[in-house]
């Protein structure tokens, strides 16, 4: 399945690449990105909600999510940021979700894809993205350090996800000021926090860490704290909740 989502991202990696220029002159028109960083470091648990209309694990989520009134929910309830969903084919998402919530909250905004380029960190940034995803397992040690320098150039938070101890030393190794540790497997898509509470160790001082996946309770949300993750990402636990903004209160 991975194999399957890199191949239909490449495709629009190259489509990225050949409105670059209009990408990096709509990006650069752009006022400074909010910080996402500077968010995820405000004492206690940070939530990241995201915004998801169907996953190949989960199925159809909510198909006729709104993004702006949901991601609107989600700041009354204290997210420090919110993440959205671009994924065309499998994930149901799109660049005019991302637009539409970058102009209704105020808080950053995560372009959450499978970044390929460099030409889709300057679209992220056309698109009102204050922050991209780097996933380590889909990348290569240099394109990910081209990834992450072209990041910090385009002026949005970059936060690269591993898997595992490994992977979480390339993501330090790039240069990442922003780890996620993602509970689902990739190859299986079954999540166990304890992928995320084993890898803790690994997390250098200084880094902002995440704990992606898999938390769809209160206990979930301790586990992760306890472990010593700065905030959590959450999405289809918050999008088939049926008050969103009270959950992400609760989580936080």
């Known amino acids: 399945m991975l194999q399957e989502i890199l191949a239909t991202a490449d495709e629009r990696a190259i489509e990225a690449e050949r409105r670059i220029d209009e990408h990096r002159s709509a990006a650069r028109s752009r006022p400074r990105s909010r910080d996402l960083v500077e968010a995820l470091r405000a004492p206690g648990l940070s939530v990241i909600a995201e915004i998801k209309r169907r996953s190949p694990s989960a199925g159809d989520i909510d198909i006729g999510l709104d993004p702006a009134a949901q991601a609107m929910a989600y700041e009354a309830g204290g997210a420090a940021a919110i993440s959205v969903l671009t994924e065309p084919h499998f994930f149901a998402g799109s660049l005019d ?12 905004v ?3 894809d499978f970044t ?18 780097l996933i380590v397992a889909a990348l290569d040690q240099a394109r990910l350090e081209r990834l992450v ?15 595992s101890v490994g992977e979480v030393d390339r993501a330090v190794a790039a240069g990442a000021a922003v780890v996620g540790v993602n ?47 700065d905030a959590i990402l959450v ?3 918050l999008v088939r909740h049926p008050d969103p903004a009270a959950f992400v209160a609760q989580l936080r």
């Open 97 to 108: 979700d991302l637009e539409d919530v970058a102009s209704a909250v105020d808080i950053p």
């Open 110 to 112: 995560l372009r959450k």
């Open 116 to 133: 390929r380029n460099e030409a889709q960190v300057w679209e992220a940034r056309a698109f009102g993205a204050d922050a991209i995803l």
């Open 149 to 163: 320098a072209c990041a910090d150039e385009v002026g949005v938070a970059a936060i690269v996800e591993a898997h």
């Open 183 to 229: 509970n689902r497997d990739l190859t299986t898509f079954v999540t166990d926090l304890s992928v995320a509470e084993r890898a803790a160790h690994a997390l250098p001082d200084g880094v902002v860490t995440i704990g992606e996946s898999g938390v769809s309770s209160i206990e979930g949300a301790a586990r992760m704290r306890s472990a010593g993750y």
């Open 235 to 237: 999405g289809e636990a």
